[in-house]
């Protein structure tokens, strides 16, 4: 008796493991200020699946990002968003950021955008609320490298916005 008690133990502890699997929605947005080309240049990397549910819900629920059927008009919701979701202030003042544009790299989706015309930086002051509205379990970390300092913050849902100095 004992055996087959063991011998169940053992088939079915493995398969208990995996029931507890949580996904983990994270974006990483690296910030670099070239001060020779006076231009504060976005990289953000989001998982695609999380970006397509995303679109799905707010703009078109057929939408496929990153394959041959991706339509031409993705890169205009792509671009509202972070528009939207992407905010910065350079010295107290709100700057435009502009959308270069995306491309794909296995799952990943990485989005560029450059803030331009930028002299010096004293403050900086960076929002990013990508996909805080369709995830509440939604992290975004932010790197920056601004006069050759690092610096790095993970934004949530209840802390989206971090301010550098540079005085």
């Given at each position: 008796?004992?055996?087959?008690?063991?011998?169940?133990?053992?088939?079915?502890?493995?398969?208990?493991?995996?029931?507890?699997?949580?996904?983990?929605?994270?974006?990483?947005?690296?910030?670099?200020?070239?001060?020779?080309?006076q231009s504060v240049q976005i990289t953000s990397r989001i998982?695609?699946?999380?970006?397509?549910?995303?679109?799905?819900?707010?703009?078109?629920?057929?939408?496929?990002?990153a394959g041959k059927d991706e339509p031409e008009i993705a890169n205009t919701y792509v671009e509202k968003y972070l528009k939207n979701k992407v905010t910065i202030k350079i010295n107290n003042e709100s700057v435009d950021v502009n959308f270069i544009g995306k491309e794909y790299d296995g799952d990943i989706m990485r989005c560029y955008l450059e803030v331009e015309n930028i002299k010096n930086i004293n403050t900086i002051e960076i929002t990013n609320q990508v996909l805080f509205d369709l995830y509440d379990e939604q992290q975004?970390?932010?790197?920056?490298?601004?006069?050759s300092k690092q610096k790095s913050m993970i934004l949530s849902n209840q802390n989206s916005t971090m301010v550098l100095n540079f005085n």
């Open positions: 008796m004992r055996i087959s008690t063991l011998f169940l133990f053992v088939l079915i502890t493995p398969l208990l493991a995996f029931t507890s699997l949580h996904k983990y929605y994270i974006s990483v947005t690296q910030i670099n200020y070239i001060q020779e080309k998982f695609i699946d999380d970006f397509e549910n995303l679109l799905r819900e707010r703009y078109d629920e057929k939408i496929t990002l975004n970390i932010v790197k920056t490298k601004i006069y």
